[in-house]
Structure formats: C-alpha cells, structure tokens
C-alpha cells in the first residue's frame, strides 16, 4: 500500500490546472474571486479543467465571503449550481457553512448532500472558525461522501493550529475522526517534518503554488518542490 501523501492545489483555470499537474499535484480544488477566499467557478471553468487534465477535481461550493450559507434564497442558488456541476460532471466537491452560533449548519449541509448523493467532498476551513470543532466533527460524522477536512487547526493559520492538528490527526478513526485530515491555510515546507511524523498525509496549497502572487499562474516547479518533499 503506499504511503504517498496527497498534494491539492487550488486551480482557477486550465492552466493552473495543467501546471499542477505536471508539477506531481494529486487533487485540485476548483475555485474563483480568491479576493473572497474562493467562491464557486463557473460550469464552462470546470469544463474547461476537467477537459485539460486527468486528476481528480473537487469544486467549490460558495457563493460568498465567509462561512454562512445566507439565507433560504441564498441556499436555495447553492443547490441549483451544485445540481447544475454534477450535470456537467462534476463528482467531488468542497462545501462547509456555520450557523450563526458557530455551530455546523447542517440544515444546509443536509440539503447539499441530497444533491450530491454519491459525490465524495470536503468540509472546508469552516472548521476552524467553528465554537467547537471536535462537537462539529461528530455531528457531521455520519454525512454521506465526507471523508475529508481541509483545515489549519486554527482560524489564525498552521502556526497556531499546529498542536491541534497533530492532535486531531492522533484520534483517526475515532467517531468523528475518521475523515483525512487536508492541512491548508498558511502551510509551509518547514511545517512538513512534524506533520508527517504526527501522521498527516494529505496536504493543500494555494498561494505556494504562485510564487508571482494571485494574479500570476500556478508554476509547475513550485508544486514539484513540494512534491519533492513531501515525498522525500
């Protein structure tokens, strides 16, 4: 069985998405405005991604800043976009909302996930705003297709979040627990030793991938520099 770890990098477009794979990326995350930390691309966009490369691809769903779904309009636009990505043939999807409490908003969760039946997705860094991470764990515990948190153990970065996620990734397969842990949001090269070694084996990228910045391209070789090293 390997025990490669996983390597995903945000892609906007083709491009991106071409670079990253030939860098050694695993997965792309699918998203627009990183203005606004990542809303939902276009249908024609992920056309165009799935068109250009082989790799698996997990569409974001959402429509605006921050973590609440908004309100009943609101939710209701969400399912139709995600009903309309799976009609273009989208299978994996990242999606994550609060309450107003902090708490996981399963009511739109559930209505999500009767729109994708069948697709496997990530609950994004919603998490690390959450009151109460492990009580959002085990309440979205036995949610169909969740079998991955993108997370930095804290809203401020992994920095701070470091010692939770070593934590977290120590109770795998715990109720709650039994999602793969995908480290993002502030994630550098000199993090990797100790998450490796605490058993963290996914790992997400976005801005490490562009060393021009947001308004330049994902550059092939800075995703085989982490390719290099987190297979090293």
């Known amino acids: 069985m390997s025990n490669r770890a996983v390597l995903e990098v945000i892609a906007l477009d083709a491009e991106d998405a071409v670079a990253a794979q030939s860098g050694g990326a695993d997965r792309l995350e699918l998203v627009t405005d990183m203005a606004s930390d990542g809303l939902t691309p276009t249908r024609e966009t992920f056309a165009r991604i799935r068109a250009a490369v082989d790799i698996p691809l997990r569409v974001m769903l959402r429509r605006a800043n921050g973590f609440g779904a908004g309100g009943p309009g609101d939710v209701d636009a ?10 273009e043939g989208a299978e994996e999807f990242v999606l994550g909302f609060l309450d107003e409490a902090g ?30 991470r492990d009580a959002l764990r ?74 021009g910045g947001w308004s330049a391209g994902v550059e092939a070789g800075a995703v085989r520099g982490w390719r290099e090293a987190l297979d090293a």
């Open 138 to 211: 085990k309440h979205l515990a036995d949610m169909p297709g969740l079998d991955t948190y993108l997370t930095a153990g804290s809203a401020a970065g992994v920095d701070d979040g470091l010692p939770t996620l070593l934590a977290e990734a120590a109770r795998r397969g715990e109720p709650g627990y039994e999602a793969q842990i995908l480290v993002g949001g502030g994630l550098r090269l000199d993090h990797l030793p100790a998450l490796r070694s605490g058993g963290v084996d996914a790992f997400h990228i976005g801005g490490a991938a562009r060393p």
């Open 78 to 87: 969400l399912v139709r976009v995600a009903g309309e990505m799976r009609a």
């Open 103 to 132: 708490n996981a908003d399963l009511v739109t969760v559930e209505r999500l996930m009767a729109e994708l039946e069948g697709c496997r997705w990530t609950f994004h860094r919603a998490i690390d705003r959450a009151v109460d």
